[in-house]
Structures are given as C-alpha cells and as structure tokens.
C-alpha cells in the first residue's frame, strides 16, 4: 500500500471540506484540534506534518459529521512500480515460457536429461517462438551445457543449448541429444532416405562418426531447437 497517494488524497478532501463549508477555515480547524492557527494550512498545503494523529481525526470527523470511509484507506493504493510489475508479470506470464537449466555433466548417466538434477537456472523463451517449432511445455524442455570440442565450430565447450524432449525418435535431420552407455552426447544425425539407415557425426572433422546405424537403436533424449553463447 502506499500511504504517500493515501495521504495526498487525505489532504485534498480535506482542503475540500474546509473550502466549502460556511463556517470553517484553516484557522479554525486547527483550534479544533488544539494547535496553533497555521498548522492546519501547512498540513493541507505542505504535508508537515506527514500524517495527523488518530485522536486529531476523529475530531475533525466529528465536526464535519463523516465517517473515515470518506477518506478511504491506505489500501486504496499500491506500492510504486506494483500496478506495473503486476500488470508486466501477467504479460510476461502470458507471452513467456520458464524453462530448466541443468548442467550436461549433471545429467551424464542419469536416463534422462532432467532425472534426478538440480535446477540450476531458469532462462525465458517467447511461447510464440517455442510453438513454431515445438508443441513442448515446459516440463518437455530443457537448458543444458555443451562439453567439449566435438561440435565445433556448430557449438562450442560451454554453449548452451536448449533441448526439446518431446523429439526422441528420429524423424527429420538435426541435431539431437542422446544417451550412450554413461554419457550423454550432441551430435548431428542425419537418416538416408533409401536405406533408411542414419549417421552420427561431429561437426568437428577431427572427430570420426558412425555410419549405418539404424535409428531404433539410438537412445534419442530430445532434439536440440536453440543455442546461446556467452561473448
């Protein structure tokens, strides 16, 4: 709540109350109240003191036959910035997806990208842009850390890349994220339309890759739909 607005508008209904009635002024409010004839003109008009007392109130309440409601209430009025971060977190809400960081390393092992893993993060991603992709939510995508070499100059040790768990089998050419034995890799796969047979390769020649593999095989925990760089 913000009691700055409340007693702002406090003061102005009460300027407004003296100003209209026939037998009121400044002067004569402030004997009301037992204070000097200037207090109450430099309470309406400069805001000091800050707030009047409960007891001043009441009189002054008494006198003019009103009740406080007349005044309203402290939480009539949100804090600075809340109406607007309120109504900005609803949009964000709206237009956004939160989705989990975890670490590569992590999760080596684990059967899952996100079994078993602390949360690390959380970064945004436009819904939008997610569903020109993607039909994931956000409990089918993940944020994970690239390790190593082996897909340069594609992705880099220490890129990340995000992660859509819902593309565990093998249907268009890309990137993927899978499980072998204990670890798990990012490598490119691409399927050949007539043998029906894929090939895992490393962006990075130095690395060899694996060719006739057939595609029911290959432990596929998500395709990779995004990647960030730190500069």
């Given amino acids: 709540m913000d009691y700055n607005k409340y007693y702002e508008r406090l003061r102005q209904k009460l300027d ?29 008009k400069r805001g000091v003191p800050k ?14 036959n009103i009740s406080m409601d007349y005044f309203g209430s402290p939480d009539d009025f949100s804090n600075p910035g809340d109406e607007f971060s309120d109504r900005q977190g609803g949009e ?3 237009e956004y997806i ?7 390393e992590a999760a080596a092992g684990a ?21 020109s992709s993607s039909n ?8 994970i850390t690239v390790s190593g070499d082996s897909m340069n100059p594609t992705l880099y040790d220490g890129d990340r890349i995000l992660v859509d768990m819902t593309q565990t089998s093998l249907k268009n050419d890309g990137i993927y994220v899978l499980r072998n034995e204990d670890m798990i890799l990012v490598k490119r796969i691409s ?3 007539v043998t029906k047979l894929c090939t895992i390769k490393s962006d990075n020649t130095f690395y060899e890759s694996w060719e006739g593999c057939q595609p029911k095989d290959l432990d596929i925990l998500g395709r990779v739909i995004w990647m960030g760089r730190n500069i």
Wanted: glycine share 2%.
């Fill in 16 to 44: 407004h109350l003296i100003r209209t009635s026939a037998r009121d002024d400044y002067a004569s409010i402030s004997a009301l109240i037992s204070k000097n004839h200037a207090y109450m003109q430099q309470f309406i």
């Fill in 51 to 64: 707030c009047l007392k409960d007891d001043d109130m009441k009189k002054i309440i008494n006198h003019f």
């Fill in 92 to 94: 964000f809400n709206e």
């Fill in 98 to 104: 939160k989705v989990n960081v975890y670490d590569i």
């Fill in 111 to 131: 059967g899952a990208i996100v079994e078993n893993n602390d949360v690390a993060n959380k970064l945004a991603f436009k819904k939008s842009w997610i569903r």
């Fill in 136 to 143: 994931a939510t956000s409990n089918d995508l993940a944020v």
């Fill in 191 to 193: 399927l050949n339309p």
